[in-house]
C-alpha cells in the first residue's frame, strides 16, 4: 500500500515538472513572437511592450527587458534613443533584417503549428473519421 | 520596496559587469520605473511586478556570461557560465554541475589515452630498449599511434560540440529558473 502511494506521487511530481518546464518554452517562444510581431510592425520602446503585453498574457514584467536585451545582442534588433516631453529619454527597438527574417519563420512556425493543433482538436486528418 | 532602493539593490549586485553595460541596464530600468509612474502606478507596485531585484541582477549577470562564453570560447568563460548559473538554485547544482563535470572527465580521459596511444612506440622502446622482441612489437605500436590520432581528433571534435551543447543546455537552464521564479 505505501509502495504504491510512493510511487504515484513520484510521477506526478516529475509530471507536473515536465509539463512546467515545456510551458516554460512555450511561453518563452510565445513571448519572442508577440515581441518580434509588435516591433516588426512599429519601433517600439520598452515600457510600451510591458504594458500592452500584460493585456493579454500573464507575464512578470521583468522578463521582458532580459529578452529585448538578448536578441538585441544577437543582432535581431537595433536601438535608438527618443527624447520624450514626458519622462525621461525612450530606448526604441528596431527590427534589423535578421530580426525580420527570423520573424517571418516564427510566425510560419506558428502557422503551421496552430493549424495542426486545430485540426486535431477539431477532430479532421485523423483516421477516427 | 521603493524604486530608489529596488535599483540600488540591482546596481550593487552587477557590479562584476563592464561599466557601460552597467549604465545600460540601470538605465532601462531607470526608464521602466519613471514609464509606469506617468500612469500612476506606485513604487512598492512597480517593484512587485518587477521581480526580486537580486534575482533579475543574477539572471543578467548569467546571461552575460553565457553571451561572453558564446563569443569568446574558453574552458574559462564557460566555467565561470555553469557558476552563474549555480548561483539560481540547489536543482543546477545536479543538473548542471554533474553533467560538466562529467563532460571534463569523458573529454579528459580520451586526450590522455591518446596521448598514451601515441606515444607508445617510445613507451616500447623503453620497455623494451633495442632488441628484436622491440622490432617485432613495433609494427604493432605504430598502428596504436594511428589510433592514438583517431582518437585525439574524436576528442578535440567532442570538445567543440560539448562546448557549444553546454552553453545551449546553461540557456535553456535560465530560462527554466526565470519561469520558475516568476
Given at each position: ?65 532580459p529578452l529585448l536585451r538578448r536578441l538585441t545582442k544577437e543582432g535581431v ?53 | ?12 549586485n552587477i557590479r562584476k559587469l563592464p561599466k557601460d553595460e552597467q549604465n545600460e541596464i ?31 541582477a543574477q539572471e543578467i549577470i548569467l546571461q552575460y556570461k553565457i553571451t561572453k562564453a558564446e563569443n569568446q570560447p574558453s574552458f574559462n568563460n564557460l566555467y565561470k557560465a555553469v557558476l552563474a548559473t549555480l548561483g539560481l538554485?540547489?536543482?543546477n547544482?545536479?543538473?548542471v554541475?554533474?553533467?560538466f ?58 570538445t567543440t560540440?560539448g562546448y557549444r551543447g553546454m552553453i545551449a543546455y546553461l540557456n535553456i537552464n535560465r530560462e527554466?529558473i526565470r519561469?520558475?521564479?516568476?
Amino acid at each position: 500500500m505505501y509502495y504504491y502511494n510512493f510511487s504515484t506521487l513520484q510521477y506526478s511530481v516529475l509530471y507536473k515538472v515536465m509539463v512546467i518546464k515545456m510551458n516554460i518554452q512555450f511561453k518563452k517562444g510565445a513571448l519572442e513572437l508577440c515581441v518580434l510581431s509588435m516591433i516588426a510592425r512599429k519601433d517600439r520602446y520598452g515600457y510600451e511592450l510591458v504594458e500592452e503585453i500584460s493585456l493579454n498574457f500573464e507575464v512578470s514584467e521583468g522578463t521582458i527587458y532580459p529578452l529585448l536585451r538578448r536578441l538585441t545582442k544577437e543582432g535581431v534588433f537595433s536601438t535608438y534613443l527618443m527624447e520624450s516631453t514626458e519622462g525621461p529619454p525612450r530606448k526604441y527597438y528596431k527590427l534589423t533584417p535578421k530580426g525580420m527574417q527570423m520573424k517571418e519563420d516564427l510566425v510560419n512556425e506558428w502557422n503551421s503549428f496552430s493549424n495542426r493543433m486545430e485540426m486535431i482538436i477539431e477532430g479532421r486528418g485523423t483516421t477516427n473519421e | 520596496m521603493s524604486k530608489k532602493d529596488y535599483l540600488t539593490t540591482i546596481a550593487d549586485n552587477i557590479r562584476k559587469l563592464p561599466k557601460d553595460e552597467q549604465n545600460e541596464i540601470m538605465m532601462e530600468y531607470e526608464e521602466h520605473f519613471e514609464n509606469a509612474k506617468l500612469r500612476g502606478r506606485s513604487e512598492n507596485e512597480i517593484a512587485q511586478k518587477l521581480g526580486n531585484p537580486k534575482l533579475i541582477a543574477q539572471e543578467i549577470i548569467l546571461q552575460y556570461k553565457i553571451t561572453k562564453a558564446e563569443n569568446q570560447p574558453s574552458f574559462n568563460n564557460l566555467y565561470k557560465a555553469v557558476l552563474a548559473t549555480l548561483g539560481l538554485g540547489i536543482v543546477n547544482l545536479l543538473g548542471v554541475l554533474v553533467p560538466f563535470i562529467a563532460g571534463i572527465v569523458v573529454i579528459a580521459a580520451l586526450f590522455i589515452g591518446s596521448v598514451y596511444l601515441l606515444l607508445s612506440p617510445l613507451l616500447l622502446l623503453i620497455q623494451d630498449g633495442f632488441t628484436a622482441d622491440f622490432a617485432i612489437k613495433l609494427p604493432t605500436a605504430i598502428g596504436l599511434v594511428g589510433f592514438g590520432l583517431i582518437i585525439l581528433l574524436g576528442g578535440i571534435k567532442l570538445t567543440t560540440l560539448g562546448y557549444r551543447g553546454m552553453i545551449a543546455y546553461l540557456n535553456i537552464n535560465r530560462e527554466w529558473i526565470r519561469g520558475e521564479s516568476k
